[in-house]
C-alpha cells in the first residue's frame, strides 16, 4: 500500500496560446486579464476568461490545460527521444533496445489487428476447463498471474514503522473504482452502470464468446461487483487512514477469513513465507471476498477470472478492443475522439520503463541550475511554514514543537532520482506479441517489488518518473518530491519573475509541504510512522478549524443539483490553502531581502504589483476547459477540487489576497473575516 498525495489529477491552464509547438514554455501573459470581470466578483474568470475562450475543447480532451500543455511538451520530448533511439541501431538487452522494442510494438498495429484475441485464447481456455478440484489452483494462478480477484496482499512500508515493509491484505476492487456507481440508482449512475455492462459484453464476444456466453459474464461480474461495493467505505470513509491499520497474527487473519488457502497463496503467488503478521486494510471488504469466495458457484468464479483477465489485456490487443474502452471511456469522460496512437503507445512505454526514459530526458532537458533554485526556494518555504506554525494561535507550544520537528525533517527530492531503476531483467522480445511483452513487463514488476520484502525500506525510491508534471507528497518517507518535468513555466521559469515563480512552484512547494499536516499527513511523525504527535485539545481544535473548510467547498455547486465534496477534498484544500499562506510569505521576505516592496506602484511588472502577479500566477495555474461528463466525474472520484473552486474558494480565507485587489465587504468574493478559516 504505497501512500502519497499528488499535486494535481486534473487537468488545468495558462496564457500559453501556442504552447504545444513551443520548446520553452512561457508564465503569466497580462494580456489575458479580463477587464470585464473584476477580481472581487470572480477572480478565476477574472484570471483566466480569455484563455478558456482562446481554447475551447477539442474532441481528444475531456479537460483541457496547462497540464495538458506541459504533459503534451513533454510527450513531444520523450517521443523524440523514443522515435531517435531505434535509429541508433540499439543493442538487444540494453534499455534503448527495450524502449524502442516496446513503443514499436505499440505502434504496430497492423500486426496487433492481425492477431486480434489469439495471444490469450490459451489461457481464456485454462480458465473454462478447469475442473472442480482445480479451482484452487486456478484462483491461486489467476493472482499470481493476472489479478487479484476476491483478496488483495502485497509488501508495502509499514504504516507504524515506515524502515519495514509489511504484508497488507486488502478486499477485492471493483471495476468501476468507486461504490456509488453501483449502489445509487440516478440517471447518471444507472447510465455508468449500463456503458460498464456493454462494456464487459463487447470484449467478450471480441474475445471470442457467443452473445449469449457474453451476457451472462457480464451479468455475473454485475453482481459480484454490486456485493463488493456493498462493502466497500465510502470516498470519504476511505481517508481514515487508522482505520486501515489492523495488525492481525496469520491465525487470525485464517479464522477471519477461512476459505483462502493462505499458505499457498503466500508460498505460491509470493514466493515468501507466510509472514507472522499481516495488515488488513478494510476488515468487511476482505470478508466480504472471504464469503464470496465460499458462496459462488465454479461458473460465476469463472466469468469474473475471464473478465479480469481479459480487462486487464484489453489494451494490448487489437482495436476492436481499444474502441469497446473508449465507447465507455465517452460515458464517464464526456470525450469524443482517442487520443493518437502515438500517446497511446507512448504513455504504455513510460509506464514500464518510465525511469529509463527518464534518464535520458533529464540529460536533455533538465539543467542543473533549475535544481539548485529549487534547493533555495524549498528552504525559503521551509522556512515561511516554520513562522507559521510558531505562530498560531491555535495551537499548544508543546505541539508546535513537535510540527517544527517534522517539518525540519521532510526530505527533499528534485528533478530525479539519486540512483537509477535497474532495468537488466526485464525482457523485451520483438519477436513476442505486444500483450506477451507487456505482461512479461508487468510480471517483472511484480516481482520487483516482491523481492522488497525482508529488505529494509529503500527510501530513495521514486514514486514518479521524471518528466513526469506532478510533484507529491510522501508520509511514510516525510518526503516531497519535485520531477523534472514540472520544473517549467508557469510553474517555474528562470526567466519569468519572482512573483510569477513564487505564485507557481512557490504555492506547489508549500502545497506539498502542507501535505505534511493535512487530514492525512497530520497522522504522521517525523519519521514517517503512524504514532498520535497531538495534544488531544490541538487535535479538536484542528479538526474543528478543518471542518469549516469542509462546509466552504460542499456549498459550492458544480452542476445542478450536484455539490462539492467538502470532505473527501479535504487534504487537498488545506494544501492548496497552506500552500498560498506560505508561498506569499515566502516570497514577501525574499523581496524584502532585496529591498522592494511587493505592494508598491514602483515595484509594479506590466502594469501590476508583485503581489497581484503572484496571485493571478496561481490562478492561472488552474484554468482549464471541462465537459461536464467530466466534472461529474472528477467530482465523484477526484480527491481535488476543481480548478475554479481551488482557486475562489481557496482566496477568500486570504486576507493579503483582498488586499492587494483592493477587495472589500460587498464583493462576491468578500468573506469576513470571522468567517475565514486559516489552518496553516
Known sequence: MKLSYALCLAAAGAFALSAQAEEHLKSLNPQGISKEIPAGTDFYHHVNKKWMEANPLTDEYSRYGMFNILNDSSNNRVRRIVTGLAATNPKPGTNAYKIASLYEAAMDSTRRNKLGAQPIQAHLKKIENAKPEEMTDLFLWMHKEYGSPLIGAGPSEDLGNSKVYSMYVS?????????????????????????????????????????????????????????????????????????????????????????????????????????????????NTAKQGDNLMASLS?????????????????????????????????????????????????????????????????????????????????????????????????????????????????????????????????????????????????????????????????????????QTINAYYNPINNEIV?????????????????????????????????????????????????????????????????????????????LPGLHANGQYTLGENIADQGGLRVAMTAFKDSQLKKGVDINSEAAKIDGFTPSQVFYMNFANLWAQNTRPEEIRSLTTGDVHSLGENRVNVSLRNIEPFFEAFGITEGQPLFRPASERVIIW
Open 482 to 558: 519535485f520531477p523534472a518535468g514540472i520544473l517549467q513555466a508557469p510553474f517555474f521559469d528562470a526567466e519569468s519573475s519572482d512573483a510569477e515563480n513564487y505564485g507557481g512552484i512557490g504555492v506547489v512547494i508549500g502545497h506539498e509541504l502542507t501535505h505534511g499536516f493535512d487530514d492525512q499527513g497530520c497522522n504522521f511523525d517525523a519519521d514517517g510512522n503512524m504514532v498520535n504527535w497531538w495534544k488531544p485539545e490541538d487535535a479538536e481544535a484542528f479538526k474543528n478549524l478543518t471542518q469549516g473548510l469542509v462546509a466552504q467547498f460542499d456549498e459550492v455547486e458544480v
Open 171 to 283: 478486499g477485492p476492487g471493483l471495476g468501476l473504482g468507486d461504490r456509488d456507481y453501483y449502489l445509487k440508482n440516478d440517471k447518471r449512475n444507472k447510465s455508468v452502470r449500463e456503458a460498464y455492462q456493454k462494456l464487459i459484453n463487447r470484449m467478450m464476444v471480441l474475445a471470442g464468446y457467443k452473445k449469449g456466453d457474453a451476457a451472462r459474464i457480464a451479468k455475473n461480474v454485475m453482481k459480484i461487483e454490486k456485493l463488493i461495493a456493498d462493502s466497500t467505505w465510502t470516498r470519504e470513509e476511505s481517508r481514515n487512514l487508522p482505520a486501515m491499520y489492523n495488525v492481525r497474527t496469520i491465525d487470525q487473519v485464517k479464522d477471519m477469513y477461512p476459505h483462502f488457502p493462505w499458505d499457498r497463496f503466500f508460498i505460491e503467488t509470493m514466493g515468501i513465507q507466510t509472514p507472522e503478521t499481516v495488515i488488513v486494510t478494510n476488515i
Open 298 to 466: 465454479d461458473r460465476e468464479k469463472k466469468d469474473l477470472y475471464l473478465w479480469e483477465y481479459v480487462s486487464q489485456a484489453a489494451p494490448y490487443l487489437s482495436d476492436d478492443f481499444s474502441d469497446a474502452s473508449f465507447e465507455f471511456n465517452k460515458v464517464m469522460s464526456g470525450v469524443k475522439q482517442q487520443r493518437p496512437r502515438w500517446k497511446r503507445a507512448l504513455g504504455v512505454t513510460e509506464g514500464y520503463l518510465g525511469e529509463a526514459i527518464g534518464e535520458l530526458y533529464v540529460e536533455k532537458y533538465f539543467p542543473e541550475s533549475s535544481k539548485k533554485y529549487m534547493e533555495d526556494l524549498i528552504e525559503n518555504l521551509r522556512n515561511a511554514l516554520g513562522k507559521h506554525i510558531m505562530h498560531l494561535p491555535w495551537m499548544s507550544d508543546d505541539t508546535k514543537l513537535q510540527a517544527l520537528k517534522k517539518l525540519n525533517a521532510i526530505t527533499v527530492k528534485i528533478g530525479y532520482p539519486d540512483k537509477w531503476k535497474d532495468y537488466s531483467e526485464l525482457i523485451i522480445d520483438p519477436e513476442l506479441s505486444y500483450y506477451e511483452n507487456a505482461h512479461n513487463a508487468g510480471m517483472w514488476a511484480v516481482k520487483k517489488q516482491l523481492e522488497k520484502w525482508g529488505k529494509p525500506v529503500d527510501r530513495t525510491e521514486w514514486g514518479m518518473t521524471p
